[in-house]
């Protein structure tokens, strides 16, 4: 069925340190996947997206990577800052709808 | 401000209520997708249309759920006899229409059924 699962559910890490949010898809015909970083009080924020023919993607401190034989994409904050703190929520797109599919969020933690 | 922009921000109302939110979407954008979100897990996926035609329907979308996109432009999302379990965050998006577009969401609407 649809499915996207999203590890861990929390995650603390020093300032400056990196953080990696892993997720697995179960449709193989998926072919896009949005990050989403979601603020208390807020809507989800777009970040960052990957799409199928493209391996990793870039954009100042943030990564994703995709490896679409083992249906894994996972997304890379390196030297965090406080601003950082927030939900983070992997996604993607239903290859036979134009639907959403969710991971159940990463809170993630910068401590000083 | 030329997000996507929800109303109201909250509602609370009685069990057993009408209640009715209202999106705009970002204006050249041609999708326009409802989810609903629950403390502690990410959005659901409830509709979707293009243009004014709603293309799909969630199964989570129980008949007393009915959204409406009548001149293609701004949405609304209605719950009859509300009941407990419709307390939720409601999330409105949008898009320009074709494959793999970026969605980007609202600040939504929380609704508190008492």
């Known amino acids: 069925g649809e499915n996207v699962e999203q590890h861990p559910s929390t995650l603390s890490v020093q300032e400056g340190d990196s953080a990696v949010i892993k997720c697995t898809y179960s449709?193989?015909?998926?072919?896009?996947f949005p990050w989403y970083k979601q603020e208390l009080g807020k809507g989800p924020q777009l970040i960052i997206d990957i799409r199928s023919n493209v391996g990793e993607k870039k954009d100042q401190r943030i990564a994703v990577t995709l490896n679409k034989t083992a249906k894994h994409f996972s997304l890379h904050i390196t030297e965090t800052q406080p601003e950082d703190s927030a939900v983070y929520f992997c996604a993607a797109l239903w290859s036979s709808a134009s639907k959403i599919i969710f991971g159940s969020g990463t809170r993630l933690s910068i401590r000083p | 401000d030329t997000g996507v922009s929800q109303d109201p921000r909250h509602k609370i109302t009685k069990r057993g209520q009408n209640v009715t939110f209202r999106c705009d979407p970002i204006s050249e954008h041609n999708r326009l997708y409802w989810y609903r979100q629950t403390l502690g897990q990410g959005p659901e996926f409830l509709t979707y249309f293009q243009n004014e035609a709603q293309l799909e329907k969630s199964r989570l979308l129980s008949d007393r759920f009915s959204a409406e996109r009548p001149k293609g432009s701004f949405s609304t999302l209605e719950i009859q006899r509300t009941e407990q379990g419709d307390s939720a965050m409601y999330l409105c998006a949008s898009s320009p229409a074709g494959n793999q577009q970026p969605q980007h969401f609202g600040d939504g609407t929380r609704l508190s059924i008492l």
């Open positions: 449709d193989s015909a998926s072919n896009y």
